[in-house]
């Protein structure tokens, strides 16, 4: 059963850089597609974006100049940075596996919260 | 991009009880392509639903998901304590970016 586990930094400062890495375990990370989703607290959920192992992308037209996706399959892990981040910025980001670019999520990591302070 | 909105906003019913959740989508969905999700306090959304009315691996035969075009719903027909989550539905028609309601909340 694939495992998925969010790392990096919980605080960043405003107007910096967000940078979260998702680790696939149990399971190969090719063939499939990977997101990152956001839930601010007490909020709803926000798609993000995904990339599929080959390194194409599709991200939200929300977001789309401040983020970036990245995969390394050698480590079996996707990446998102999302630069000059403001507190609205602040919620418990989600990776999440796709069995096509056009599908539901199927697994999920656990989430890690990120707060935008000074 | 497509606005999905959910109705009610929190249904408070009592074990045992059948629960009937809304999701209207803000133009028609061609390919039923509908999710539902199930998230518990400090925990990720869970799939229970895709295609509209299929059940994900694992998932009670109580709940169960019907609709198409713009108008979906997910129905628990004998409500365990378990059971009590604020649920979310999701599209993944067309194009991205996917979108998802802003959630139904059942409690008891």
């Known amino acids: 059963q694939v495992q998925l586990q969010e790392s990096g930094p919980g605080l960043v400062e405003p107007s910096e850089t967000l940078s979260l890495t998702c680790t696939v375990s149990g399971g190969s990370i090719n063939n499939y597609y990977w997101s990152w989703i956001r839930q601010p607290p007490g909020k709803g959920l926000e798609w993000i974006g995904y990339?599929?192992?080959?390194?194409?992308?599709n991200y939200n037209p929300s977001l789309k100049s401040r983020v970036t996706i990245s995969v390394d399959t050698s480590k079996s892990q996707f990446s998102l940075k999302l630069s000059s981040v403001i507190a609205a910025d602040t919620a418990v980001y989600y990776c999440?596996?796709?069995?096509?670019?056009?599908?539901?999520?199927?697994?999920w990591g656990q989430g890690t919260l990120v707060t935008v302070s000074s | 991009e497509i606005v999905l909105t959910q109705s009610p906003g929190t249904l408070s019913l009592s074990p045992g009880e059948r629960a009937t959740l809304s999701c209207r989508a803000s133009?028609?969905?061609?390919?039923?392509?509908l999710a539902w999700y199930q998230q518990k306090p400090g925990q990720a959304p869970r799939l229970l639903i895709y295609?509209?009315?299929s059940r994900a691996t694992g998932i009670p035969d109580r709940f169960s998901g019907s609709g198409s075009g713009t108008d979906f719903t997910l129905t628990i027909t004998r409500l365990e304590p378990e059971d009590f989550a604020v649920f979310y539905c999701q599209q993944y028609d067309s194009s991205p970016p996917w979108t998802f309601g802003q959630g139904t909340k059942v409690e008891i």
């Open positions: 990339i599929y192992h080959t390194g194409s992308t």
């Open positions: 999440a596996r796709s069995i096509s670019w056009y599908a539901n999520f199927d697994s």
């Open positions: 295609g509209a009315s």
């Open positions: 133009q028609s969905l061609s390919s039923n392509h």
